[in-house]
């Protein structure tokens, strides 16, 4: 049998199952060196890192022909017992709350052990999401605090796996009572009549709030349809004035009035411009035995309001002038002024305005 080094006391033995100088078995101390070596690994995987480190202690000594693995072996848990202390106290400060100190004792370490260095990372994972989240939470705090609640909205929902989290589902639950209350805001000024404020409330609402844009998509959409309505009559309104029909414009101009009321300070120079242009025949109705101004929507501004005048007598109705009677004129009622009356029942005498039905489509709100 061929000569072999002994690797405990390193001298050569003619005998190559057992040394002649320090009797050791060669299969024997291999085994035994191998089993010490998984010993110390089961140690380790356990967490036990003391009891790991004063078995590796012995190794060196115990097989000098692995001395400078087990140094190495040694130094490594030395270290791992350093960074388990060091995550411990990570483990303490991120409990804590302080996840700046966290981030600094667990920076730039490696643990020799496996599940130890897995452990290191998720805790390093975890705190560098709640820095994140907690750098959030402040500016979308600061946010809410300045009343920029889109930015402070947009910042929370942004916001995942934080510690915090009751908190940011605090303020979200803030945040939906006041995009709640000015919903319903805009919602009190179409009940108003205040269309044109209601449609840059809801504007105001889609842009700086886009989720939004479902819940209050119905509202924008009337609003914008009316105001095309509006525009539509108004359009048609200035086209029959440049056309000098005068009494279908300050009709159109009049309905806008009743309509839009904030539209007036627009049509009210069209409808002063328009004055005495406009003028009504009551030529037309004679076979009428008699003519109720009112029923017309023609209100006299005096004392006439609501009288009755004979058609056959009547001549024309000057929108502008008005006329008071005396009691044995001629001419009693022949001019008054020609104002749109709103609770009048609609005329189904004269012939109706050539009103394109298309255009102005029929808008209830």
């Known amino acids: 049998m061929a000569d072999k080094t002994c690797p405990k006391c390193n001298k050569r033995s003619e005998d190559g199952l057992s040394c002649q100088h320090c009797h050791i078995n060669f299969d024997e101390y291999e085994t035994s060196k191998q089993e010490k070596l ?3 690994r089961v140690l380790l995987s356990e967490n036990k890192y003391d009891a790991a480190r004063e078995l590796a202690e012995k190794l060196p000594g115990q097989f000098p022909d692995n001395r400078t693995d087990f140094l190495l072996l040694l130094s490594n848990i030395k270290r791992d017992i350093s960074i388990v202390d060091k995550y411990e106290q990570a ?8 996840f700046n ?3 600094m004792l667990l920076r730039n370490i490696k643990a020799f052990d496996p599940n130890l260095n897995e452990k290191v990372i998720s805790l390093r994972r975890k705190v560098e999401r709640n820095l994140q989240n907690n750098e959030k939470f402040n500016r979308a705090v600061q946010a809410f605090d300045g009343g920029n609640y889109a930015e402070a909205k947009s910042l929370f929902k942004q916001i995942h796996g934080f510690d915090r989290q009751d908190e940011v589902d605090g303020y979200l639950e803030k945040i939906s009572y006041v995009t709640g209350a000015m919903r319903e805001e805009a919602v009190e000024c179409i ?3 205040q269309f044109d404020v209601a449609r840059e409330k809801f504007a105001a609402l889609q842009s700086a709030f886009p989720d939004m844009q479902e819940e209050i998509e119905g509202y924008a959409t009337l609003l914008g349809k009316r105001v095309e309505i509006k525009n539509n009559i108004f359009n048609a309104a200035k086209q029959a004035q ?8 300050k009709i159109l101009y009049s309905y806008l ?10 049509i ?7 004055g005495h242009k406009a003028v009504i025949s009551l030529a037309d109705l004679e076979d009428l035995a008699i003519i109720d101004l009112s029923a017309l929507g023609l209100d006299d501004d005096r004392e006439g309001r609501g009288k009755l005048y004979s058609a056959a007598d009547s001549k024309e109705y000057v929108a502008g002038d008005v006329i008071t009677p005396d009691a044995g004129s001629d001419d009693k009622g022949q001019i008054t002024a020609v104002v749109s009356s709103r609770d009048s029942p609609a005329d189904t005498v004269s012939s109706p305005l ?4 298309e255009g102005v489509a029929d808008f209830v709100l």
């Not at 440049?242 to 414009?249: I, M, Q, W």
């Not at 009210?268 to 328009?274: A, S």
């Open 38 to 40: 998984i010993e110390v």
């Open 91 to 98: 483990q303490k400060a991120y409990v804590e709350g302080d």
């Open 101 to 103: 100190r966290t981030s």
């Open 242 to 249: 440049k056309e000098k029909r005068f009494l279908e414009a």
């Open 268 to 274: 009210l120079p069209h409808i002063q411009e328009i």
């Open 191 to 193: 009940r108003k009549k």
């Open 354 to 357: 050539q009103i394109d039905k």
């Open 257 to 266: 009035e009743s309509r839009f009321p904030e539209f007036l300070p627009q």
